[in-house]
Structure formats: structure tokens, C-alpha cells
């Protein structure tokens, strides 16, 4: 059941996110050859004590820490740990909070120094394939659009789609319906309605989308060993057009 949330609901939501994009912020500063991954781990969780909120992912279904962090090939939920970082690299951060029984959740990817010409353009056609999605979330839409959008943009330059892990709705829970996976077929699914919030986040593979979990448990990876980029917002459909929550303004 896709739950619709009140506007007093979407601001309690927005704080959250707002929270959570100025952490990974802080995050994404902190970034360079050097530094762990653990680090940045740390890093969060000081900076939710700062803002009087709870780390959404530590202890959801036992995952160990509070922020997920994926390198190069690893795709998401990579572990964070005490390699350190190294130019070329590019990392995904994945974090999300709990305020006040709202939650936020968001993702970016980072380059570490200089990066490949290959790495940039798969970062650039994920991103933009977020926002080519968050454009689609129109009320009367339909989430298949929203799919879509993801889909076409990173294909034409010949990256693939996750097909194994999806976007979601997200509240007073961290993961509810719908799922929003990055492809699709226009006009298909269910429609958009006001009151709905979406946490729409592009997982594109630089080669196929084929995937594998790692024997930790957790840390989703290319089969191929090629890299990976990961882009998340979470965003309130409105009548008057999609509501990106976790933007800074």
C-alpha cells in the first residue's frame, strides 16, 4: 500500500532530508586520496549527534554502521573500512537519518582526485538520469515515466541499469512502496499521486548491469568488476510539480 502523506508530514520530511543532504555534504568536503572509508563513517555519525538524529542505517537489519560506502566497482551497502582512499577512485555515499520518526535518505558519488574520462561521463549520465526522472514525478503520471527516464538517459551512452536493487517510497519507515526501479516502460504502473514521496535513486553500471552480493552479506558489486555510480533524492509529488526534499537550496 502506497502511503499519502500529509503536508505537515512533507515538512517533518524535508527537515530530515535537509539534515541528511548537509551531512553528506560535510562528507563529500572531507573526500581525498587518504583519507578511509571508516573515517567517514565516524564522521557521520558525529555529525547526526550534532544534529540530534539517529543514523537510519545502523542496525537495520544488522547492518553494522551508519553510513554505506561503495568504491569503484562495488555498486551499494559497501562497508565502510580502513582502506584507504586513492586517486582515481570514485565513491558512492549512501546515508539516511531518522527524525523525529521521519526519515531521509540520499546518495551521491564522488570522484578521489583526478578520475578517468570514462568515470566522470558515467557520474555525469547518472546524475542526470536522476534528474531527468525527478521530472517526471508529475502527479498523473505514471511511475513507469519516472523509470523510464533513468533508463533512456544512461543508455545512450551505452551504460546499464541495476535491475537487482530499486528506488522506494519512503516516511515514517525507511523503505516503503512503491518500488521504483531505474527502468521501465512509459505510461506503465502505478499513477502519481500528491502526498506521494519518493526516494528515486539510479544505480548505473559502467558495463553490464549483472550484479553479485559479496560474502559479507552486504556489499553489492559489478559481476564484471567494472564501475559503478549511485545517485539518490528523495522527492514529494505536489500538485504543482516534484519536490526534491533533499536539495540544498
Keep these: ?20 543532504a548537509e551531512i553528506l555534504e560535510e562528507l563529500r568536503e572531507r573526500i581525498r586520496p587518504g583519507v578511509t572509508t571508516r573515517e567517514l563513517d565516524s564522521l557521520s555519525e558525529g555529525l ?18 551508519a553510513l554505506c560506502t561503495s568504491v569503484n566497482g562495488e555498486v551499494v551497502h559497501g562497508m565502510p573500512s580502513d582502506r584507504p582512499l586513492v586517486a582515481g577512485d570514485i565513491l558512492s555515499l549512501d546515508f539516511g537519518v531518522d527524525y523525529r520518526g521521519y526519515f531521509g535518505d540520499a546518495a551521491i558519488t564522488v570522484p578521489v582526485g583526478a578520475v578517468s574520462a570514462e568515470a566522470r561521463k558515467l557520474m555525469k549520465a547518472t546524475e542526470e538520469g536522476l ?13 513507469g515515466d519516472v523509470s523510464a527516464a533513468v533508463q533512456e538517459r544512461v543508455e545512450a551512452d551505452g551504460f546499464s541499469v541495476v535491475r537487482d536493487f530499486v528506488g522506494h517510497g519512503i516516511g515514517r519507515s ?14 506503465r504502473g502505478i ?19 549483472r550484479v553479485k552480493i559479496l560474502p559479507d552479506g552486504w556489499t553489492v558489486v559489478t559481476e564484471d568488476g567494472k564501475l559503478s555510480a549511485h545517485f539518490e533524492h528523495s522527492v514529494a509529488i505536489t500538485e504543482n510539480g516534484p519536490d526534491i526534499l533533499s536539495l540544498l537550496r
Design 174 to 187: 525507511l523503505h516503503e512502496e512503491p518500488q521504483i526501479p531505474n527502468y521501465g516502460v512509459r505510461g
Design 131 to 143: 534528474y531527468n526522472a525527478i521530472r517526471q514525478a508529475q502527479a498523473g503520471n505514471r511511475l
Design 48 to 65: 547526526s549527534r550534532k544534529s540530534r538524529v539517529r543514523p537510519a542505517f545502523k542496525g537495520y537489519r544488522g547492518y553494522p554502521f
Design 1 to 20: 500500500m502506497v502511503i499519502l502523506k500529509l503536508p505537515e508530514e512533507i515538512e517533518k520530511l524535508r527537515t530530515s532530508n535537509l539534515i541528511v
Design 191 to 209: 499513477e502519481l499521486r500528491p502526498g506521494m514521496v519518493l526516494a528515486i535513486e539510479p544505480m548505473v553500471n559502467e558495463g553490464s548491469y
